[in-house]
């Protein structure tokens, strides 16, 4: 049986007059607060899918269990609720393609990983981080992914016998230009194996990986446009090289950019000041919030 043909694909159906051209998401981690840089950039999200009429679906993005944390959830929702956000289908109200929380569509993942296996597109990989650090040709991506995979175990088929811990990884097609025309930030070029390399799709501690678990979602959903940080341009490459691999046809992406503090940093989890919950605390309204 072709696993693929498991995962449902998007109808073509009108629901309450809305566009069934146009789907798209809020993927939030519950690994802590939500800062008003998630706020703005989903807040493009919600605008973009207002726009075109579309459907938006809230994504609970809670597959790590080693980070996120079950009580954020609820109060994840409830910060997006009062800050303004609307979406059609989620995780407290169900919709068609659910469910919509990450950590009960591991069948879904698994099912790609086992296609990608099949296909030869990922191997194991027995590197500790520090084994990929010493490696002395490992320059760093332009992203949070860490230095480019040396390919120390790129021809390995099988996953040696023996309690070894060992991930799945993507084999990525050296020298090839992954191209994409991006919503926001327009034509973006990345070089395979220069730009970034083989990455996770199944990691040692049997979770499955932030790229494969987003690519498998944002299919099965029916996603037509990803609208996300700009901090993700490079993920984008990885992800089309698995839509194309898992033969599915990737949606159109528009990247924000992000939200910089007075220094000029990225904001992030330690701006706890910026939380959406601290703000709320502190008296700020939503529409104060909404103006960025
Ligand atoms: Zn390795």
Redesign the pocket.
Same mark, same amino acid.
């Given at each position: 049986m072709n696993p693929q043909s498991e995962i449902p694909a998007a109808t073509k159906r009108s629901e309450g007059g809305r566009n069934p051209q146009y789907r798209g998401r809020l993927a939030p981690s519950p690994t802590g607060l939500l800062h008003l840089g998630h706020a703005r950039t989903f807040w493009t999200a919600q605008e973009r899918a207002r726009a075109n009429h579309g459907t938006l679906v809230l994504r609970n993005e809670d597959i790590d269990s080693t980070r996120f944390k079950l009580e954020f959830v609820p109060q994840m929702i409830e910060d997006l609720r009062w800050f303004g956000f609307e979406w059609q289908e989620g995780p407290d109200c169900g919709g068609p393609f659910g469910p919509y929380s990450q950590s009960e569509r591991r069948p879904f993942y698994a099912m790609a990983l086992e296609k990608l296996r099949e296909r030869d597109f990922v191997y194991p990989? @027995? =590197?500790s981080r520090k084994?990929?650090r010493d490696a002395a040709s490992a320059p760093n991506a332009g992203d949070d992914e860490g230095p480019i995979?040396p390919g @120390? =175990? /790129?021809e390995?088929r099988k996953a040696e016998s023996g309690k070894q811990k060992f991930c799945w /990884?993507f084999r990525v097609p050296d020298g090839e230009t992954i191209s994409f025309t991006d919503g926001n930030c327009g034509e973006q070029k990345f070089v395979a194996g220069k730009d970034f390399g083989d990455f996770v799709v199944w990691r040692g501690d049997d979770v499955p990986a932030y790229q494969l678990a987003c690519a498998v979602d944002d299919a099965a959903m029916g996603i037509t446009e990803v609208v996300r940080g700009a901090d993700l341009l490079l993920s984008t490459a990885r992800q089309i090289l698995l839509y194309r691999a898992l033969g599915l046809a990737p949606p159109a992406f528009y990247h924000c950019a992000l939200m910089l503090d007075e220094n000029g940093k990225r904001l992030a989890k330690r701006h706890d000041a910026l939380s959406m919950r601290a703000l709320r605390e502190q008296g700020k309204t939503p529409e104060e919030l909404r103006r960025f």
């Amino acid at each position: 049986m072709n696993p693929q043909s498991e995962i449902p694909a998007a109808t073509k159906r009108s629901e309450g007059g809305r566009n069934p051209q146009y789907r798209g998401r809020l993927a939030p981690s519950p690994t802590g607060l939500l800062h008003l840089g998630h706020a703005r950039t989903f807040w493009t999200a919600q605008e973009r899918a207002r726009a075109n009429h579309g459907t938006l679906v809230l994504r609970n993005e809670d597959i790590d269990s080693t980070r996120f944390k079950l009580e954020f959830v609820p109060q994840m929702i409830e910060d997006l609720r009062w800050f303004g956000f609307e979406w059609q289908e989620g995780p407290d109200c169900g919709g068609p393609f659910g469910p919509y929380s990450q950590s009960e569509r591991r069948p879904f993942y698994a099912m790609a990983l086992e296609k990608l296996r099949e296909r030869d597109f990922v191997y194991p990989c @027995t =590197c500790s981080r520090k084994d990929i650090r010493d490696a002395a040709s490992a320059p760093n991506a332009g992203d949070d992914e860490g230095p480019i995979y040396p390919g @120390t =175990c /790129r021809e390995k088929r099988k996953a040696e016998s023996g309690k070894q811990k060992f991930c799945w /990884r993507f084999r990525v097609p050296d020298g090839e230009t992954i191209s994409f025309t991006d919503g926001n930030c327009g034509e973006q070029k990345f070089v395979a194996g220069k730009d970034f390399g083989d990455f996770v799709v199944w990691r040692g501690d049997d979770v499955p990986a932030y790229q494969l678990a987003c690519a498998v979602d944002d299919a099965a959903m029916g996603i037509t446009e990803v609208v996300r940080g700009a901090d993700l341009l490079l993920s984008t490459a990885r992800q089309i090289l698995l839509y194309r691999a898992l033969g599915l046809a990737p949606p159109a992406f528009y990247h924000c950019a992000l939200m910089l503090d007075e220094n000029g940093k990225r904001l992030a989890k330690r701006h706890d000041a910026l939380s959406m919950r601290a703000l709320r605390e502190q008296g700020k309204t939503p529409e104060e919030l909404r103006r960025f």
